[in-house]
């Protein structure tokens, strides 16, 4: 048997069938042009990892609403006028050989125009506290829609499927957490209550993409913190998801708040530190599982699979440290591969607004 054997058996997802079990997990970069259009540096960060092999290529958290922008250059999806700049990324990554799927995304207590289900404070630092405002039931309904039409417009656009955001802390996340839901109507309270956004979510992308479409979902398998959304609950909310018509779940435990805690940030400096978490989601489902976290070399990738573990690998900063992970693994050159060194110079770089590179770059 050759050493990465079961890295490229083909995989089922929806009604696509994915040539490798490597992804690409959605990776905001700074590259989009300020008026939230893509840009040609983002098209050439998707294509150069579509044509070294990837299979599917999640592109980044991209804003369904214009309130709901977190950080600069974001991409935007919430008007036809981006349709034509979408779809020239689409048709690069799908001509490059890779599925190309839109994250949607709102930031919730973390946008431009902070909104949440209640007015609880965040507290990533203290001079960053911020008190959203509590969405009225008129919000909640408006965003539904707007996420469905954001679907819609990335159908047209050609993308092959969409991929709700709902992990890391944002809109989806604050919905079903005890911690930053406080709501007493039929959004809040009970874990039934707490996670029918999401669900009506997916029923809304469901009526406006069609039932064909693929629809991923960014999932929160535990937010670590004490007094919030459990692993028990992420197992209920998995095969909840996956009855409501989620084609593939793409695990990330943690959110920013959880991630800053010292014992967390020790957690995941670790090699492959969602993959046990992810296998007790992945139990509870038949629809594929997507592992997340360090997974930066193609022998742990492997493992996984083999172990059965996970069905594909995300991956973000290895193949950002890396566009040709994938055709170096293929072509037993593994020995070549740049490896990422968990620096997070990427992520200190997006939230000041500059062009992400990577530490790394320098040794090609
Ligand atoms: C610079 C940067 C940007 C990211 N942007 C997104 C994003 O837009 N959407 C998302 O769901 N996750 C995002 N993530 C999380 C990654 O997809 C991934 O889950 C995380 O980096 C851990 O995996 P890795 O070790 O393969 O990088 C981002 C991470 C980094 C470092």
Request: charged share 25%; aromatic share 8%; net charge positive.
């Amino acid at each position: 048997m050759k050493p990465f054997q079961l890295l490229f058996t083909p995989l089922n997802v929806g009604n696509l069938v994915l040539k490798n079990r490597i992804t690409l997990a959605p990776m905001f970069l700074c590259y989009g042009n300020s008026d939230g259009t893509v840009s040609e540096k983002t098209i050439e960060f998707y294509e150069r990892r579509a044509k070294a092999g990837v299979s599917l290529l999640v592109v980044e958290a991209s804003a369904v609403d214009p309130g709901g922008i977190g950080l600069t250059r974001m991409i935007r999806v919430d008007s036809d006028n981006y349709i034509k700049g979408l779809s020239l990324l689409a048709k690069a990554i799908k001509d490059a050989g890779g599925y190309a799927v839109l994250q949607l995304y709102h930031g919730g207590r973390y946008s431009q125009q902070p909104i949440a289900p209640s007015p609880v404070e965040t507290y990533l630092a203290p001079e960053k506290k911020i008190i959203p405002r509590a969405m009225s039931i008129d919000d909640i309904t408006e965003l539904i829609t707007k996420f469905g039409e954001a679907a819609e417009r990335a159908k047209v656009a050609g993308f092959d499927g969409v991929e709700l955001h709902g992990a890391s802390g944002y809109l989806l996340t604050q919905f079903i957490s005890p911690r930053t839901n406080k709501r007493t109507d039929k959004y809040g309270g009970s874990f039934e209550n707490r996670i029918r956004f999401p669900l009506e979510l997916v029923a809304s992308i469901r009526e406006h993409a069609g039932k064909e479409f693929l629809l991923g979902y960014r999932f929160l398998s535990d937010e670590w913190l004490p007094d919030g959304f459990t692993l028990n609950e992420g197992k209920m909310l998995a095969a909840r998801l996956e009855e409501a018509g989620v084609n593939y779940l793409s695990c990330n435990a943690g959110t920013y708040e959880s991630r800053s805690i010292p014992e967390i940030i020790k957690r995941t400096s670790k090699k492959g530190y969602q993959v046990d978490i992810t296998y007790e989601i992945k139990k509870e489902v038949k629809i594929p599982v997507f592992v997340n976290g360090r997974i930066n070399t193609p022998e742990l990738a492997e493992k996984i699979i083999r172990k059965g573990k996970a069905d594909a690998v995300a991956l973000a900063r290895p193949l950002f440290a890396d566009p040709e992970f994938v055709q170096k693994i293929f072509d037993d050159r593994t020995d070549q591969i740049i490896e990422c060194t968990n620096d997070m110079l990427c992520g200190r770089q997006i939230v000041q607004g500059i062009d992400a590179v990577c530490s790394q770059w320098k040794k090609r």
